[in-house]
């Protein structure tokens, strides 16, 4: 039987279950070939480039009680914050004086910021930087206020849909809440004609090979633009309190897979590799990352965001995290470019997964 990385790689775009539920499995392994190639595929469409994007989180309220999440509603030690919208765009001013050519606003479902909030804020920024992306990161809504952002400039949007398997999701999630509604959310974002973003953690509490073996699955079928997968982390204050976080190593496996797996897909190295070990976010990147997501929100608010406990780069101001990241993806054998950076595309003969 042929080793199961090297059958991986001759397949490439695709295989079949029982290969990725072997590379799947939490098993030590050498993954020296799968990071080589990773990097050779991510350098093919990319080169060297690491785009940069600049995140600004600007509530930590949220209604809903997601077991895994620091600022759950239900963690009654969270210390509350929302920015105004003059300090949303007070931190996209510093971030375009910077360099950046992408806006990631992101904040919990904080009922605060209703449909005609969020659009002023996304008006405001697309008229004031029409050479800018505006991203949006705030949760499951309806198709009709997907639109109205669309409308209002938002062209991209991230939503992990953190597990694909109905019965791991009950386990990560209360009622309301349902698989159904956050897929109906996803496509809903892709018919309006969003670049949309999914992902899930890696070592979340119930999650075995067949529940991340659903997770590609959904993703070959979604075909998302940008992939966001990090170690899950976990957090005093939730009910998961006390269960071990995720491993770096297969968090790093699975991110040279995806980039096997869709080749032109906007991969970040996130900030909970960096969490999980000082050079995480560098080893994301060498198993095939592209991305990073440096912080813009006012240093006063940053270690509010808190999803899981210990989370980096939560004290430096923005000049210098930039500084600081730039450095450290150079180090890493990269370039970082703060250009808007869309997904490449990949000519359909090329890439049979994302194009079908
Ligand atoms: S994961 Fe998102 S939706 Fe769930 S509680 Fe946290 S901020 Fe809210």
């Given at each position: 039987m042929p080793d199961s990385v090297s059958e991986f790689l001759r397949l490439r775009q695709d295989a079949d279950d029982a290969l990725l539920l072997s590379l799947l499995a939490d098993e030590p392994r050498d993954d020296t070939a799968l990071f080589a190639a990773a990097d050779a595929v991510r350098r093919h469409w990319y080169g060297d480039?690491?785009?940069?994007?600049?995140?600004?989180?600007?509530?930590?309220?949220?209604?809903?009680?997601?077991?895994?999440?620091?600022?759950?509603?239900?963690?009654?030690?969270?210390?509350?914050?929302?920015?105004?919208?003059?300090?949303?765009?007070?931190?996209?001013?510093?971030?375009?004086?910077?360099?950046?050519r992408t806006?990631?606003?992101?904040?919990?479902?904080?009922?605060?910021?209703?449909?005609?909030?969020?659009?002023?804020?996304?008006?405001?920024?697309?008229?004031?930087?029409?050479?800018?992306?505006?991203?949006?990161?705030?949760?499951?809504?309806?198709?009709?206020?997907?639109?109205?952002?669309?409308?209002?400039g938002a062209r991209r949007y991230l939503l992990r849909h953190e597990t694909a398997d109905e019965a791991h999701y009950r386990q990560l999630h209360p009622d309301p809440m349902s698989l159904e509604n956050r897929k109906r959310c996803l496509f809903d974002l892709r018919e309006i004609g969003y670049q949309v973003g999914s992902g899930f953690m890696i070592g979340s509490p119930g999650q075995t090979p067949e529940t991340l073996l659903a997770d590609f699955r959904f993703l070959q079928e979604l075909r998302p633009q940008m992939i966001g997968v990090g170690p899950y982390l976990t957090h005093p204050d939730t009910p998961f309190a006390g269960q071990p976080s995720g491993d770096l190593k297969r968090g790093l496996r699975?991110?040279?897979?995806?980039?096997?797996?869709?080749?032109?897909?906007?991969?970040?190295?996130?900030?909970?590799?960096?969490?999980?070990?000082?050079?995480?976010?560098?080893?994301?990147?060498?198993?095939?990352?592209?991305v990073v997501m440096p912080n813009l929100?006012?240093?006063?608010?940053?270690?509010?965001?808190?999803?899981?406990?210990?989370?980096?780069?939560t004290g430096e101001e923005a000049a210098e995290c930039r500084g600081c990241l730039e450095r450290r993806i150079e180090a890493a054998g990269y370039r970082a470019v703060t250009a808007v950076g869309d997904a490449a595309a990949v000519p359909a003969a090329e890439c049979p997964v994302t194009t079908a």
């Open positions: 480039a690491v785009y940069l994007r600049g995140l600004i989180e600007f509530t930590n309220y949220c209604k809903n009680d997601c077991y895994y999440c620091g600022i759950r509603h239900g963690n009654r030690n969270a210390q509350r914050y929302r920015l105004t919208t003059d300090e949303i765009l007070a931190c996209a001013a510093e971030g375009y004086r910077l360099g950046y806006f990631v606003l992101q904040g919990g479902e904080d009922p605060y910021f209703t449909d005609e909030r969020i659009c002023e804020i996304v008006s405001a920024l697309h008229r004031g930087y029409p050479d800018c992306a505006v991203t949006l990161s705030v949760g499951e809504k309806t198709r009709e206020s997907y639109q109205a952002f669309f409308d209002a699975i991110v040279a897979m995806l980039r096997l797996l869709f080749p032109n897909a906007l991969i970040p190295a996130t900030t909970a590799f960096g969490t999980v070990a000082p050079n995480g976010r560098e080893l994301a990147l060498r198993a095939g990352a592209n929100s006012p240093v006063r608010v940053r270690k509010l965001y808190s999803l899981y406990e210990n989370k980096i780069c």
